[in-house]
């Protein structure tokens, strides 16, 4: 009977030694996506602290401004690519209709700017990017960013104006209008569900998430 009784104490110190170890692991895991949230947060606001700074500048079609001559700056965090990990989007105008944004994300452990943007396809999910003779149509792909996928020019060919389309790896060829309805059905200036944030003097992320 002793010897029974002390077999049995040292299978329950064995299992309770078992049991802590897999407790510690289950924590460890629980909580290991927290810390690269917060990493990641840290990152995006040490990068909108340079923009408060005026080390980062806006950018909007081809042009760069200070966040003092920001007409309406602001920010949002959006997950593009549904991974967990949300982009960060920055614009000078937040309030215009049609207004450009830079979008960030994380490379390395390195803020990376990747695209600066002014519209959005639902129907496709590509990302465009329009300015007064063209206009570009990317995707975002994970972990390579965004990668364009077609270019529109609207050439004078015989005093016509024409629109010609380019896909990445094929020749140019001219499309009709209607392709070109089709091509840009349903365009926004970004996805309903991104909300943006304003950035003032004393914007820090960190405190409002």
């Given at each position: 009977?002793i ?10 110190k ?9 407790m ?93 943007l002014?519209?959005?396809?639902p129907e ?11 206009i ?20 004078w ?53």
């Amino acid at each position: 009977m002793i010897m029974r009784i002390k077999k049995n104490n040292e299978m329950k110190k064995k299992l309770a030694v078992l049991l802590s170890g897999i407790m510690a692991s289950f924590v460890l895991s629980g909580c290991g996506n927290a810390p690269a949230k917060d990493s990641t947060l840290t990152l995006y606001n040490d990068l909108i602290q340079k923009v408060i700074s005026g080390e980062e500048m806006f950018s909007d079609e081809g042009m760069g401004y200070t966040f003092d001559e920001a007409e309406d700056p602001g920010y949002a965090l959006y997950d593009i690519d549904k991974d967990g990990a949300d982009e960060l989007f920055i614009t000078a105008r937040m309030g215009d209709e049609g207004h450009t944004y830079v979008v960030y994300d994380i490379k390395g452990g390195v803020v990376t700017r990747e695209m600066a943007l002014n519209g959005y396809l639902p129907e496709s999910g590509y990302w465009t990017y329009f300015f007064d003779y063209f206009i570009e149509g990317y995707s975002y792909i994970r972990g390579q960013g965004f990668v364009r996928q077609w270019e529109l020019d609207y050439p004078w060919v015989d005093g016509i104006d024409t629109t010609i389309i380019n896909y990445e790896g094929q020749d140019p060829r001219t499309i009709s209008d209607d392709e070109l309805k089709t091509l840009l059905k349903g365009h926004v200036t970004e996805p309903a569900e991104l909300n943006w944030n304003p950035i003032k003097k004393d914007t820090n992320i960190l405190q409002t998430k």
